[in-house]
């Protein structure tokens, strides 16, 4: 990553000049505007991810096959459906934020009605996966009455595979805006809505896991009907919202050219954990159950450092909409500094309740002994893991997630998984092999995420983010030389929804020309020209809902063929 150069006097970390290298100016502004953004997006992903927890924790209660069917419809979910929505989504990470930095804020509306559309279209062959659930896992020899009631718990959850799709967006939407704090209201409110439906159905009303399911879904729909009410009654739309516009059904292709690897970025990652799971099941109970402890471990751990990745993204992607490449390279930098002091807290305290730890998930000692095996691998796992995710946030703000996604797609399924089968069947390691192939995994992956950012042309990212934003600088103004120091962008200071977070204008002293007027009144920007007629909407989007439809359908048929057979 190009280094930022440090201009400060003489005196300023002269005792210790290589951290002056390492260390960018204004670290400490830009860590804590980090931290402030952070902080409620890790709880934001706490509370996402604890409406699933409660489903385990009461249908934990009735019995293994209910606490097996859950855990194993929460998987195939999340495979399935919320993985994939996710993932296509985190196109918004960067197209959102380099929108809203850019002077054309009405851009990041049309982006979030672009979003809906290509989510809603998303459903149609998530819905057929679903409609199939019991086919599919007893395909992979799962247990025939927990095939069933999964089965029974993810056809309960289909209306709701939309509702979690537009939170998501919704979220997305006002956080790369700088506005945190509506998206942990809304996830307080669906996580007591859920505990309150969950204790209703399931434990007065004893409608099993099928309650659970209903409880589940309901609570998706709250979370998204509240935040959407939230952001209409407190007017949060009206910076970046001019009404639904025909511009949505255009640029199809740019949005889908980054939704694409983002939701490989995502899937990949996220369906190796799984695979790693599986494995751990064909050893036996022992393993599997280590592993289990394991996985929940990570996944809270994990959401620290995607905190700070949804931060940085955000931040990145807001200075290079406005062209600050110098804050962009501070902001990431930053972002990697903040993930490594945030690993070594981890660590220590990981380290210093190692023995303890698993005795909050089970009371089997043969467990415990096995979890504090794994765990030193797991910290220095962690480390990496950490670095990849944060980088990840810089590659969506840049927009460069095509590499992520090839970096993932190598690390994980040539290299991590393979050697860790390796390690764990050949080698005879068992967990052990297979946490030592997911080590050298993320340890590959965050050596190339670091080689290549440090390559990258923040120039050519400033520039590829104004076509973003739907802007582009006319070639009179671009191809002018560089100002010299009388005429450098001088950065005055905005408010953004969140409290204590600062998002930056930019203006140039003689011109007075504000990046953050309405590109109407910018003559230096125009909208970019190519744009499809009614005629070729009509067909290429009829296309796109018959493809989906048709998916649909396949499913449907063959879950009648399955069903009579």
């Not at 929505?85 to 196109?91: K, P, Q, R, V």
């Not at 704090?181 to 204790?199: D, E, K």
């Not at 979370?223 to 009410?229: C, E, R, Y």
């Amino acid at each position: 990553m190009d280094g930022i150069q440090n201009t400060d006097p003489p005196g300023r970390g002269g005792r210790c000049p290589t951290l002056r290298r390492l260390v960018p100016i204004g670290f400490g502004a830009e860590a804590w505007t980090l931290l402030i953004l952070s902080g409620p997006l890790f709880l934001f992903q706490v509370l996402t991810f604890m409406i699933y927890i409660v489903s385990s924790v009461f249908c934990g209660h009735l019995g293994k096959v209910e606490l097996a069917s859950v855990t194993l419809s929460v998987a195939f979910i999340n495979v399935c459906g919320v993985s994939i929505g996710s993932g296509l989504s985190m196109a918004c990470d960067t197209l959102m934020s380099q929108s809203f930095g850019s002077p054309n804020k009405k851009h990041v509306g049309v982006i979030l009605q672009r979003g809906v559309l290509v989510l809603l279209l998303c459903c149609f062959p998530c819905w057929a996966l679903f409609l199939n659930t019991q086919q599919i896992l007893l395909l992979f020899r799962q247990d025939p009455d927990v095939s069933r009631l999964t089965h029974e718990y993810v056809l309960i959850f289909v209306p709701a595979l939309p509702a979690s799709f537009l939170y998501g967006l919704l979220a997305k939407y006002l956080q790369n805006q700088g506005i945190i704090w509506p998206q942990v209201l809304s996830g307080v409110v669906g996580n007591c809505i859920n505990c309150l439906a969950n204790y209703v159905l399931v434990s007065l009303l004893s409608l099993g896991v099928r309650g659970s399911a209903y409880a589940n879904t309901i609570s998706q729909f709250v979370q998204a009907i509240f935040l959407f009410l939230y952001i209409v009654q407190k007017k949060l739309h009206l910076e970046t919202w001019a009404g639904w516009s025909s511009r949505c059904l255009q640029d199809w292709g740019p949005f889908l050219s980054l939704a694409v690897p983002s939701m490989l970025m995502i899937c990949l990652e996220w369906w190796a954990y799984e695979i790693g799971s599986f494995l751990m099941g064909l050893l036996s109970v022992l393993d599997l159950s280590a592993q289990a402890v394991i996985y929940e471990v990570a996944t809270v751990i994990y959401m620290i450092p995607m905190g700070l990745s949804m931060a940085v993204c955000v931040r990145v992607g807001t200075a290079l909409g406005a062209a600050d490449t110098v804050q962009a390279k501070r902001s990431a930098i930053s972002g990697v500094l903040c993930t490594v002091g945030a690993w070594l807290v981890v660590g220590i305290l990981l380290s210093v309740v190692k023995n303890k730890l698993g005795h909050i998930f089970t009371n089997d000692e043969e467990v415990i002994a096995l979890v504090n095996e794994v765990l030193p691998i797991y910290i220095v796992f962690h480390l990496f893991e950490a670095i990849c995710c944060v980088y990840g946030g810089i590659l969506r703000g840049s927009g460069k997630q095509a590499f992520g996604a090839v970096v993932n797609a190598i690390t994980n399924y040539i290299v991590g998984l393979p050697l860790g089968i390796v390690l764990t069947f050949v080698v005879g390691m068992r967990i052990m092999g297979l946490w030592l192939g997911m080590l050298a995994c993320v340890l590959l992956a965050a050596a190339a995420f670091i080689v290549y950012t440090a390559r990258m042309n923040w120039k050519l990212a400033a520039e590829e983010a104004q076509k973003h934003a739907g802007l582009q600088q006319q070639s009179a103004e671009s191809t002018v030389d560089s100002p010299g120091p009388e005429d450098a962008a001088v950065s005055s200071v905005a408010r953004s929804g969140s409290p204590g977070v600062t998002l930056t204008t930019y203006s140039r002293p003689g011109c007075h020309l504000d990046l953050f007027r309405t590109p109407e009144v910018a003559h230096a920007l125009t909208a970019p020209a190519s744009r499809l007629s009614v005629k070729q909407l009509a067909l290429r989007r009829g296309a796109a809902l018959g493809a989906a439809s048709a998916t649909l359908a396949v499913g449907l048929v063959i879950r009648v063929l399955a069903t009579r057979h």
